[in-house]
């Protein structure tokens, strides 16, 4: 089944704050820090950075909608969900104050470790997720 609009949302929100949670947790120690700046400032940026993810994305999601409603099957092929992170790495970067080196390797990790685990963990863990178009709850 295609995903839902309410499907994606949650989904997204669902990815961003336990996978990308995760994993933001486990990459912190070693992200690019500028000088001067402690683990806990880096950890606040890092943060951000999510809930950012996490807010825009409920925006990017919307206007992915609108274009999805053109395409026949109402959806993104696979390498359309990898490659939006670039528009939205983008945006997300101009919103922020975040030190370029820092959000690079954060952001980008970030977006395929999720990318990755809504691939492959996702369809193990939720087997009737597909089914109910995308929904969690």
């Known amino acids: 089944m295609t995903p839902t ?3 994606r949302i949650q989904t997204r929100l ?8 995760v994993w933001s947790i486990v990459i912190l120690p070693v992200l690019p820090r500028p000088a001067g ?3 806990g ?3 606040g940026d890092v943060l951000t950075a999510l809930v950012g993810v996490a807010l825009l994305g409920v925006i990017w999601e ?3 909608h609108g274009f999805q409603q053109i395409r026949w099957e109402k959806d993104w092929p696979s390498l359309f ?3 939006t992170g670039i528009n939205e790495g983008l945006l997300l970067f ?3 104050d975040m030190p370029l080196s820092t959000f690079l390797v954060h952001f980008t990790t970030t977006w395929i470790v999720i990318w990755l685990a809504l691939h492959g963990p996702m369809r193990v863990l939720f087997l009737r997720w597909r089914f109910r178009g995308g929904r969690l709850v």
């Open 81 to 83: 969900g990898l490659l």
């Open 5 to 7: 609009l309410f499907g």
């Open 14 to 21: 669902f990815m961003v704050f336990t996978f990308g949670l």
């Open 41 to 43: 400032d880096v950890a």
């Open 94 to 96: 101009v919103v922020l």
């Open 62 to 64: 919307l206007v992915y």
């Open 37 to 39: 700046a402690s683990l």
